[in-house]
């Protein structure tokens, strides 16, 4: 052969040990990682799939909703994006975006390869929007879709009133669409109360497990829609009529679909399970606690919060103005090489303006926050004494 073994893979593995207080993903428990160590199992053995049923009814639990059509896309929090979109959008379909951050333009970009006519309503910058902002918006474009992620995870911003939302997307007779990813779990969402019809979100954030399995729920509204499309749904990974057979939604016999990673399935069953035994208003009490606790504690070292308004902060993931004169690389930069602590930078349209904090899951302890408001503070002094020698020489 003329190809040769690679010397790096005669290396035995080496994995550090970090401490993940970026907005995702975030460290899993150690009942989680003792779960992924379990043999693997067929995607069709009876023990897997009656873990897949363990885990349906542990996302209705966190989603609190009674939706038959609840189930796992096998790929990451953007794979439910797709999944949602795909699944509901039909060429020249009028598809609004409601953008508070990134992932209203990226829904955007999704949602014009399945061809849709796609229209904003965008926020002021650092805010959430507000619902005449919305129903004006619905009164010029009439659409037939309407997306809004609940926290946006590039500014930080938490979109609340998702209940009078929905019921402006029922006045129009539109389908609501909610991102979830970096939210659920750590402030309150109700998908039937809220009237929300499709909502997914990402295993490794609040939930704490392993990226690369997305839980999302479709309602009844929804499914009536997509079994009644003109046209077949555009990708046959995603479709939710076949992934929901395999998942057995629907009653009758199941049907392979793909190979799931069983793996994945052990990791998200152990973290649902976590949450149920803590409780889901506990889990979230303690993450609103986590963050107000950090964002006093940063007030404290002068530092100011990018969302002026202290109701529209997404508690999961806090962003925190960069000082003037200090380079957030060179922090981020310094908190992983001293401490193995992961402080990210802005995304989208907050690049080089912010550092983005993460609480969740097992990160969203006060011991976490007081640790982050330390090494933060040092990491910026640290950066202000290089700049000042800097200008010395």
């Known amino acids: 052969m003329e190809i040769t073994p690679p010397a790096c893979l005669k290396r035995s593995l080496y994995v550090p040990n970090k401490t993940l207080m970026g907005p995702g993903p975030s460290n899993c428990s150690q009942r989680v990682l003792n779960s992924l160590s379990n043999p693997i199992l067929g995607h069709l053995h009876p023990e897997c799939l009656e873990i897949m049923d363990d885990i349906k009814e542990g996302i209705k639990y966190v989603f609190q909703t009674k939706n038959d059509a609840t189930m796992c896309i096998s790929g990451s929090g953007h794979a439910g994006m797709e999944a949602a979109l795909c699944n509901l959008i039909e060429d020249g379909d009028v598809v609004l975006l409601g953008t508070t951050g990134l992932w209203g333009h990226r829904a955007a970009e999704m949602a014009k390869r399945y061809g849709g006519d796609v229209r ?27 997306f809004l992620a609940q926290g946006d995870s590039s500014t930080g911003i938490l979109q609340r009133q998702l209940k009078e939302i929905g019921e402006i997307c029922r006045k129009y007779n539109c389908l609501f669409v909610v ?28 939930l704490g497990a392993p990226p690369g399995i997305t839980p999302i729920s479709f309602s009844k509204r929804a499914m009536k829609h ?38 994945l399935l052990y990791g998200l069953r152990e973290s649902l399970a976590q949450i149920c035994a803590q409780g889901l208003a506990s889990v979230i009490e303690r993450h609103e606690q986590c963050s107000y606790r950090l964002q006093h504690g940063l007030s404290e070292l002068g530092l ?29 930069e310094y908190t992983m090489r001293k401490y193995n602590l ?40 640290s950066s202000k004494r290089d700049v000042s020698e800097k200008s010395k020489i």
């Open 179 to 206: 991102d979830t990813v970096a939210s659920l779990g750590g402030t309150e969402f109700y998908m039937d109360n809220w009237l929300v019809d499709v909502a997914y979100t990402g295993s490794q954030k609040v």
């Open 342 to 381: 992961e402080i990210s930078g802005g995304l989208g349209p907050t690049v080089e303006q912010v550092f983005r904090i993460g609480l969740m899951g097992e990160n969203a302890t006060f011991e976490r926050v007081d640790l982050v408001l330390n090494v933060l503070h040092e990491a910026i002094q």
């Open 226 to 263: 997509i079994v009644e499309r003109k046209t077949k749904v555009k990708v046959y990974y995603f479709d939710a009529t076949l992934i929901g057979q395999y998942w057995n939604c629907f009653g009758g016999s199941r049907i392979y679909h793909h190979t799931i990673s069983s793996t």
């Open 120 to 146: 904003f309503v965008e926020s002021r910058f650092g805010r959430s929007l507000k619902l005449d902002e919305i129903e004006f918006a619905f009164e010029g474009h009439k659409p037939n879709i309407f």
């Open 304 to 332: 100011e919060m990018f969302v002026p308004n202290a109701n529209d902060r997404l508690p999961t993931v806090n962003t925190i103005k960069v000082p003037a004169g200090v380079d957030w690389r060179k922090v981020a």
